[in-house]
């Protein structure tokens, strides 16, 4: 984090999981209201302000990224439906530039990618020296949805927790930088963002009636994902359990801990060419 830039001073740490340690999503926040001090609205709203300077930020490290091609970087959003995967997406990385930037939806695989190992086309999809790739739904589906539907056998998802961290070392080794988000909501949250996608009329297009059967296996999702979360949790890749039911603190949260990582590499601007200088651009 930037310590002589008070507005984007947030300290994301306490939502990181720790390698090793058990995940209990019930004890867990869903609300960040137990990290911001006096009157809620008025942190509510210095949060949003933070949130606009964080954004920004990262728009300008984005593109000393794309200059010096100094790492890759991939994030990779995972969360029940509704829990702001695609605003999230939106609204941290919404200053970046399409140039060095690609968002990458995850949904069913097609045959083709059922026909190959379940990293085939997560591999394909991973960022570039000088990208940023969000991954909106990810290689964790292959032990979430795969797991609670038993589209593969016990045995096959079983032994990808191993294959996922060792996966995302390679990455690691290879330049990569890796940051995991568990968007966490609560039940109640859920029901009122799925209830305002039948009533607005904007947002009919994202209602589908699937949502509803994932919504009936809440807690297999949950269990499910505390085994996710805590199996591959690294000091590589780490994943971060992110309060998400105020979308102010949830970007709060993740634009910290992406600006952060992209701070620590210490990008300069790549050195002029030689004899830039004398250079005199004709008439
Ligand atoms: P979203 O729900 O994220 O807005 P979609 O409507 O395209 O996006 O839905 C994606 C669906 O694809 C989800 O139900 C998700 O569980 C499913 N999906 C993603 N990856 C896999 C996978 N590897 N195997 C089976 N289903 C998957």
Redesign the pocket.
């Known amino acids: 984090m930037n310590p002589d830039d008070p507005a984007i001073a947030f300290d994301p740490t306490p939502f990181v999981v720790m390698p090793g340690r058990p995940v209990r999503l019930d004890d867990l926040p869903t609300r960040g209201d137990d990290w911001v001090d006096g009157d809620p609205e008025v942190a509510k709203s210095a949060a949003q302000d933070a949130n606009g300077t964080i954004s920004a930020r990262l728009g300008e490290l984005q593109e000393r990224l794309h200059a010096t091609k100094a790492a890759k970087v991939l994030v990779v959003l995972q969360g029940m439906?509704t829990s702001g995967?695609d605003s999230t997406t939106r609204r941290v990385f919404g200053d970046g530039s399409p140039l060095g930037i690609r968002a990458v939806?995850?949904?069913?695989?097609t045959e083709v990618e059922r026909a190959h190992d379940?990293l085939w086309r997560v591999h394909a999809a991973a960022p570039a020296d000088g990208e940023i790739v969000v991954f909106?739904?990810s290689h964790y589906?292959?032990v979430l949805?795969?797991r609670i539907d038993e589209?593969v056998p016990a045995e096959r998802w079983e032994r990808r927790f191993d294959h996922l961290v060792d996966f995302e070392r390679m990455l690691v080794d290879e330049g990569t930088v890796v940051r995991k988000f568990f968007l966490h909501i609560s039940r109640d949250e859920q029901h009122q963002r799925l209830q305002d996608r039948l009533d607005d009329p904007t947002k009919h297009w994202k209602f589908?009636s699937?949502d509803l059967d994932?919504r009936a296996r809440w807690d297999n999702y949950q269990r499910a994902y505390e085994e996710a979360i805590a199996r591959t949790s690294t000091d590589v890749a780490p994943w971060y359990v992110v309060p998400a039911d105020q979308k102010w603190f949830r970007d709060l949260v993740v634009g910290s801990v992406v600006l952060e990582a992209l701070e620590a590499l210490d990008m300069r601007w790549p050195e002029p060419p030689e004899g830039l200088e004398h250079i005199v651009i004709p008439d």
Do not use: H, M, S
Not at 105 to 109: A, D
């Open positions: 439906d995967k939806p995850f949904g069913r695989p379940f909106n739904r589906e292959d949805v795969v589209l589908e699937g994932a």
